[in-house]
Structures are given as structure tokens and as C-alpha cells.
């Protein structure tokens, strides 16, 4: 068979492969195929049937969710040495058609930031970096439906580019809302407000509400009754049980000063707190302490009363203890 024909045969092997949705097979014939057209110096078409290759192994691995993250990388590796144009392909669930490669390059893109955020060992900055990235590309997809957003556990269902990178931007600014709550309450506002718009419009009601109920948590004010300082956002202070009385009740309704008390609470700002917390915790050492040594005492008390013990039956000292030594 003269290189030529041969060549033919591997590329329409490959593409039936495609059709009946043997993806695993379809991978390794374009694989040949692309070796073949480069041994007859036919570039371009050599770098599709690379680009197909990548696609179809992504296709061949959607029940594994971490071989199908690094057949997504492969293809936007695959992509970024030799980019083409246009590829048909036969996709998952039958769909057929003329795709351009950067929405798939896309997609993988989307999709392996936003599951890079979610890695724990990442600082804020790069997960924000990483959301962005993903939106950005989701959003140059528009409204198609994503391929495989299905088969990753980060987004879990057939949805939308734009519904992704929605999801993305919801995320960003959730986790704004969650670093700014601790050192500006204003600004922690602002970020949770996007993020519940956000998740309501990706009708994720669930998250809306918890995003909602963090709103009023950061929005609340208190005065601290210690230092007399007010206080923004709930995780900023605690409320200590107190004994307040008529007198105070009174004093309170007087000058109006209803923030610092809560029922039969006070208000105590976190730094008011941790002044008091030191001071049960230096206590409570020192009690252990005493604790410790009275235990060593009873102990002490206990063998001495062995001794005397052994003596009035007529024994030594040496019998009350076994004898060992
Ligand atoms: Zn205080």
C-alpha cells in the first residue's frame, strides 16, 4: 500500500471510530493518522488530527474525573503548540457538528481554573485570579452548553457557559465577602451583595439564603460595654452573661444605650474579651497547678501512712514497699 493510501485508510478509520462513539479509539487512530500526514509533511492537517486526538480523549474519559482533568489540559496544551482553526467532531450523546477549537480550548481553560480554586492550599489571591480566568473564558463561549461540566464535580450538571462563569463570579465575590468581614465589614458588604445577586440569578437558592443571613451577620452594630467602642459585623464581638438590675436597666433606657446589652447580655468587643479570656486562663493554670501539687501531697500522705502501718504490725519500713530493694 503506497503512503498515500495508507494515510487515507487511517484517517477515515479514525473519523468512523468518532462516529460510533468509540472515543478511546478514535484517540489512538488520530494519534497514527497525525504521525502519518507528518511523515508526508502534511503539516496542518497533522495538527487538526492532533487537536481531534485531544478532544476524543477527553470524550473517553468522563468517568474519571481526574483523567478527564488532565485530557482537558492535554487539549489546551495540544491547542496552544499547533492551534487550528475549525474541527468537526462527533461529540458525547450524538451531537455532531463544526466547532470552533477555541471553544473547547475555552471550556478547558473554564473549567481547570475553577477547579483550581477550590484547592486548598491556594492564598486568596490565586483563587481570585483563577475564578477570573475561568469567567473570562466562559464568557467568550456565551450560551452554548459546556461538555463537560457534567462530569466535574465542581459544577456537577449540563449548564451554560454563561451559567458557569455566573457561578464563577459568584464565587470570587462570596470569598471577598468572607476576607473583608474580617478587617472591613463595608467592603465585606459590598462583595456578599454581588455574590447573593449572583447565586439568585444562578437560581441557587441555597447559597443565596447563607450569603443573605452573612449580610446581616456583617452588618450588624454593637457598642462594646467595656471599651465603649462600636462594632461592626457579628464575628467581632460576644455577648458575656451579666447581671443587670433595675438600676442599669434604668440607666440603659435613659441614655438610650441599647446596643451594649442583649436580654440579660452584654456586648464585649473580641479584643475586650480576649483581655478577660486571659485572665480565667492564667487562673486556670495556676488552679491546675495547685491541683497538681495536692494530688503529689495525698500520694505522699498515702505512703507515709503505709510505713506507719508496717512499723505497728512489727515490720520496716523496707516490707511496706515489697521488699524489691
Ligand atoms: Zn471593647
Redesign the pocket.
Known amino acids: 500500500m503506497k503512503p498515500e493510501e495508507r494515510y487515507g485508510k487511517l484517517v477515515h478509520s479514525a473519523e468512523n471510530a468518532a462516529k460510533l462513539g468509540l472515543f478511546e479509539e478514535a484517540y489512538k487512530r488520530y494519534l497514527k493518522a497525525a504521525e502519518s500526514a507528518i511523515s508526508l509533511n502534511r503539516m496542518q492537517e497533522a495538527y487538526v488530527w492532533y487537536f481531534l486526538a485531544s478532544i476524543y480523549k477527553c470524550n473517553s474519559s468522563i468517568d474519571d474525573e481526574k483523567y478527564l482533568l488532565s485530557s482537558l489540559y492535554n487539549l489546551y496544551e495540544t491547542y496552544n503548540k499547533h492551534p487550528v482553526d475549525k474541527v468537526t467532531v462527533y461529540m458525547l450523546g450524538g451531537a455532531f457538528g463544526e466547532f470552533p477549537a477555541k471553544r473547547f480550548v475555552n471550556e478547558a481553560i473554564g473549567l481547570l481554573a475553577l477547579n483550581n480554586a477550590k484547592l486548598t492550599n491556594m492564598g486568596l489571591e490565586e483563587i481570585v485570579e483563577n475564578l477570573d480566568k475561568a469567567t473570562k473564558a466562559f464568557m467568550e463561549i456565551g450560551n452554548d452548553y459546556l461538555f463537560y461540566s457534567k462530569y466535574l464535580s465542581i459544577i456537577n450538571k449540563r449548564v451554560t457557559a454563561n451559567y458557569a462563569a455566573l457561578i464563577s463570579e459568584a464565587n470570587k465575590a462570596y470569598l471577598l465577602g468572607e476576607y473583608y468581614s474580617d478587617i472591613d465589614p463595608t467592603k465585606a458588604v459590598e462583595h456578599y451583595m454581588i455574590a447573593s445577586r449572583a447565586y439568585r440569578t444562578a437560581r441557587r437558592m441555597d447559597i443565596y439564603r447563607d450569603v443573605i443571613k452573612l449580610i446581616q451577620g456583617v452588618r450588624v452594630t454593637k457598642k462594646?460595654w467595656?471599651?465603649?467602642?462600636e462594632?461592626q459585623g457579628e464575628k467581632h464581638f460576644v455577648y458575656l452573661d451579666a447581671k443587670l438590675g433595675p438600676y442599669f436597666e434604668k440607666l440603659i433606657e435613659k441614655n438610650q444605650d441599647k446596643h451594649s446589652i442583649h436580654g440579660n447580655k452584654i456586648v464585649?468587643?473580641n479584643?475586650?474579651y480576649s483581655a478577660i479570656d486571659n485572665i480565667v486562663q492564667e487562673e486556670q493554670r495556676k488552679l491546675r497547678q495547685l491541683i497538681d501539687r495536692l494530688l503529689q501531697l495525698e500520694r505522699t500522705v498515702y505512703y507515709m501512712k503505709k510505713v506507719l502501718d508496717a512499723i505497728q504490725v512489727g515490720g520496716t519500713a523496707r516490707n511496706a514497699f515489697g521488699g524489691g530493694y
Open positions: 462594646c467595656i471599651c465603649g467602642r462594632i464585649v468587643c479584643v475586650c
